[in-house]
């Protein structure tokens, strides 16, 4: 049996690709521990998210009639409040608040 591993390590490599092996599982490991973290970030996120629009739908609720009660008022109010907070925290992230310079046009400096 000793020769069969002589010959294996010499001919294949065995301690090379042992190596090899433990580079690859290392790897996939920290891969694995770096998608466990997104995932973990985005389920927070969508939890945001779905409270967001509970939120909005229970505040729309409220508001039944084009003329607002103080009830009413103070409950867009909140929602306004809570919309600009989500969007300060997500950010410009598709560029839509961000003008873009119209080919052609001087564009003054910032």
């Known amino acids: 049996m000793s020769r069969v591993r002589f010959w294996l390590r010499r001919a294949v490599g065995v301690d090379d690709l042992a190596d090899l092996l433990r580079s690859v599982h290392h790897r996939i490991h920290r891969m694995e521990v770096l998608m466990a973290t997104a995932t973990e970030q985005l389920s927070a996120l969508s939890s945001k998210v779905d409270d967001l629009l509970?939120?909005?739908?229970?505040?729309?609720?409220?508001?039944?009639?084009?003329?607002?009660?103080?009830?009413?008022?103070?409950?867009?109010?909140?929602?306004?409040?809570?919309?600009?907070?989500?969007?300060?925290?997500?950010?410009?992230?598709?560029?839509?608040?961000?003008?873009?310079?119209?080919?052609?046009?001087?564009?003054?400096?910032?």
């Open 54 to 110: 509970a939120d909005v739908r229970a505040a729309l609720a409220t508001i039944s009639n084009d003329e607002l009660s103080a009830e009413a008022q103070t409950a867009l109010d909140g929602l306004n409040a809570k919309i600009d907070a989500f969007d300060a925290e997500v950010g410009d992230a598709d560029g839509s608040e961000t003008t873009q310079p119209v080919p052609g046009e001087d564009t003054p400096p910032a």
